[in-house]
């Protein structure tokens, strides 16, 4: 199967973020998309934090914490020598670091696939659609 399809629309990957205040209890809040769209080497982290939802979850969850690692999703996507190692990496590479499990607060869901003409404004769309 091709990556790029007649209609000019590509093949791209996403993630959902999640933030599990407390992972005993196994509850999450959406917070973020993760989009990856190999053949235009792009790649972008869009966040919305419900503050109001997560305290809901866990009063006592850190807040600035969490702010801070949803932050720094969105700049390794974004690359630069801010972000460290990660987001000099190229978009590929930084996808699957991002995607990559781990027992943190911020995880990543499972990843999906679609078709888009336009990976920037379907990375907004599925923010809306799936956080807020």
């Not at 205040?21 to 235009?40: D, F, K, M, Q, T």
């Not at 869009?46 to 969105?74: C, F, I, K, Q, S």
């Not at 699957?96 to 911020?106: F, H, K, M, N």
């Amino acid at each position: 199967m091709s990556n790029r399809q007649a209609s000019g629309r590509h093949v791209y990957e996403y993630a959902v973020l999640r933030v599990v205040p407390r992972i005993e209890r196994g509850e999450c809040i959406n917070a973020g998309v993760l989009v990856y769209c190999r053949p235009l080497g792009f790649v972008a982290a869009r966040t919305h934090l419900d503050e109001a939802r997560l305290l809901a979850l866990d009063p006592d969850v850190d807040l600035a914490g969490v702010r801070a690692a949803l932050r720094a999703v969105e700049q390794v996507c974004a690359g630069g020598d801010a972000a460290g190692q990660a987001a000099r990496d190229d978009a590929g590479r930084r996808f699957r670091w991002l995607i990559a499990p781990r027992s943190t607060i911020v995880q990543p869901g499972p990843v999906h696939t679609g078709l888009t003409a336009d990976p920037a404004a379907e990375t907004e769309r599925l923010l809306q659609v799936l956080v807020r």
